[in-house]
């Protein structure tokens, strides 16, 4: 069992950023990739950015490319999901969530998912 915790969500003002934290714990010896979801009232949850156990290898949604920056250290057990230049459509509230093998990042794949956090941009 693994328990993803996610902090570091609020209101800010358009241009303004935000980090996010993913504490992850419980029985954490698989390597599991890590990722961040979002999802807007009235849509669907969608992939933000992803992060391999050794950190070596990210991907990003189109949407947050060259904004956000995801990192990880895993002597704290932490993921971080650092988000610049926010605007008001990154509201939403945004998941942790663990993959095993971390080569896929559909909803599908995803063995454990965090309970949110609330991020709203105002503008």
């Known amino acids: 069992q693994v328990q993803l915790v996610e902090s570091g969500g609020g209101l800010v003002q358009a241009g303004d950023s935000l980090r996010l934290s993913c504490a992850v714990s419980?029985?954490?010896?698989?390597?599991?990739?890590t990722g961040w979801f979002r999802q807007a009232p009235g849509k669907e949850r969608d992939f933000v950015a992803a992060i391999s156990w050794s950190g070596g290898s990210t991907i990003y949604a189109e949407t947050v490319k060259g904004r956000f920056t995801i990192s990880r250290d895993n002597a704290k057990n932490t993921v971080f999901l650092q988000m610049n230049s926010l605007k008001p459509d990154d509201t939403a509230v945004y998941y942790c969530a663990a993959s095993l093998y971390g080569s896929r990042w559909r909803e599908v794949d995803i063995d454990y998912w965090g309970q949110g956090t609330q991020v709203t941009v105002s503008s």
């Open positions: 419980g029985r954490t010896s698989s390597r599991y990739g």
